[in-house]
């Protein structure tokens, strides 16, 4: 049974100022908390409608009804269990390689599949502006489906990241050169910006190289690419380059 104090705690971890005051977040699903358990992510305590995961131990887990769940639930339609984890100190940025750099990305679904894009292509380093949606906005945990666990996220302030590297500095925008027909840098950073604004002015002085993707329906009028697909479409090509 679950307490109305723990019903309580865990409603406040829907928001981000109570994940920061406690350093607690939520993850929903077996998937999703499977692949959280696996990892380096420590279990706080799991909530669950039947007894599963039977590998954690009895004072880590508490069975609880369909209707108690929904209370503590952040999805409309909950699924069988919720699991509360303790927030990881940031670790080290890994300046190497394929760099994602997310410029005010404000939709949890689209940061999500972000990640599980990044996962998905072997991008191991994801770097934040601080006005970028939280990584453990719940939300954000249940698009990634288990993706949170294998990439690197950093918050930063993102013009003093990028006044700082070596790194070539890439940013999608509308005019650029080609994807397709352009070089791109075996190592540097990608910039995706915001979903109704784009690459903001002052994180556009910093970048080296603009790129696009290229419309080819018959009207040219479709106005912009949602920013995960874009992301999708670009990681796809610079790992196709070094296939």
């Known amino acids: 049974m679950v307490s109305k104090n723990q019903i309580k705690l865990i409603s406040s971890l829907h928001q981000k100022k109570y994940r920061l005051a406690?350093?607690?977040?939520?993850?929903?699903?077996?998937?999703?908390?499977?692949?959280?358990?696996r990892s380096n992510f420590e279990l706080e305590h799991l909530y669950s409608t039947v007894d599963d995961f039977k590998t954690i131990p009895l004072t880590q887990k508490t069975v609880i009804s369909d209707a108690d769940l929904k209370k503590i639930s952040a999805l409309?339609?909950?699924?069988?269990?919720?699991?509360?984890?303790?927030?990881?100190?940031?670790?080290?940025?890994?300046?190497?390689?394929?760099?994602?750099a997310l410029d005010t990305i404000r939709d949890p679904g689209n940061m999500g599949t972000i990640l599980r894009l990044c996962d998905w292509f072997g991008i191991k380093q994801v770097i934040c502006s601080k006005e970028t949606v939280d990584l453990y906005n719940p939300k954000v945990v249940q698009a990634t489906m288990g993706s949170i666990a294998r990439v690197n996220v950093n918050y930063l302030d993102l013009k003093t990241y990028l006044k700082a590297t070596k790194l070539a500095v890439l940013g999608t925008f509308m005019e650029g050169d080609v994807l397709y027909s352009t070089e791109l840098p075996a190592e540097g950073i990608i910039i995706l910006g915001n979903e109704a604004n784009g690459i903001s002015p002052e994180i556009e002085a910093l970048v080296t190289q603009k790129i696009t993707i290229p419309r080819f329906g018959d009207l040219q009028q479709t106005e912009s690419l949602n920013v995960a697909t874009a992301a999708a479409i670009v990681l796809s090509e610079c790992k196709r380059r070094v296939f």
């Open 22 to 37: 406690h350093q607690l977040f939520i993850a929903e699903g077996v998937k999703g908390i499977d692949e959280l358990l």
């Open 76 to 100: 409309t339609t909950p699924n069988t269990c919720l699991a509360v984890f303790k927030i990881p100190k940031e670790r080290i940025i890994l300046n190497e390689g394929i760099i994602v």
